[in-house]
């Protein structure tokens, strides 16, 4: 097994740990069970780590708990453990899974997110995300401006109780053209605002879930191409 089994003493001491510790860690084993285990947690991790074991130490289980853990070189590998104790006997059973890669992964994505996030509510494009029930999932600060709504009045909403019956309908007829073909499409589509009807050149593509299908439209109401009504 890659994962890391210990006995642990209420007390705050390894009693016993499989060698799967001293690989991860480099630590011998007789001096990973000579000191408190909370002396290898990394420091912000400290209160976290002991209000779990106070839990464990309950009788209540700790499921999926993460800290990072310092290794004989210096620095840190975060483990995501899972444990339940034996109060009676003042022991703990605990098993833990070094996720450091994984983690890694996790802040990767999360930066890309913010970024991505970023250029979306920066952009002059006026951008939005439709599910395929129709329900807007994310509308971005231009679209907000262009149609002088709070996010709150749009998100989660769809375009029949937002827009009228006729200009609704016809958003979700070419909604309805993506979600049924998978196919990226440019139309024209005439849209409401505060000074009148305008149409702009919109391209609506599909986005695919884990399994490949269409799970949502996104949006992208390009140049404007006609003032319908003043």
Not at 35 to 63: C, I, K, N, Y
Not at 124 to 129: K, S
Not at 181 to 206: A, C, F, M, N, W
Request: proline residues 5%.
């Amino acid at each position: 097994s890659l994962d890391l089994f210990c006995i642990a003493s209420v007390s705050g001491f390894f009693l016993r740990v499989n060698p799967n510790f001293s690989r991860v860690l480099g630590y011998p084993d007789e001096l990973l069970r000579s000191r408190p285990f909370l002396d290898f947690v990394h420091p912000d991790d400290v209160p976290a780590t002991q209000e779990a074991v106070d839990r464990v130490a309950q009788g209540q289980p700790v499921v999926r708990f993460r800290n990072r853990f310092r290794t004989a070189s210096g620095d840190f590998r975060w483990f995501e453990w899972n444990g339940r104790a034996l109060p009676e006997e003042g022991t703990i059973f605990a098993t833990a899974r070094d996720i450091t890669d994984q983690v890694r992964l996790e802040e990767e994505l999360r930066a890309r997110e913010r970024r991505e996030h970023a250029i979306l509510e920066n952009t002059p494009a006026v951008i939005y995300v439709k599910s395929r029930d129709g329900l807007y999932e994310y509308v971005n600060q231009r679209y907000l401006e262009v149609f002088t709504l709070e996010a709150e009045a749009i998100v989660g909403r769809r375009d029949h109780d937002v827009f009228p019956r006729e200009i609704a309908d016809q958003f979700r007829a070419n909604d309805q053209l993506v979600l049924e073909s998978g196919d990226r499409i440019t139309i024209q589509e005439t849209v409401p605002q505060d000074h009148g009807l305008h149409t702009y050149v919109t391209t609506k593509v599909p986005l695919v879930d884990p399994h490949g299908q269409v799970a949502a439209v996104a949006a992208h109401l390009g140049m404007k191409a006609v003032l319908v009504q003043e």
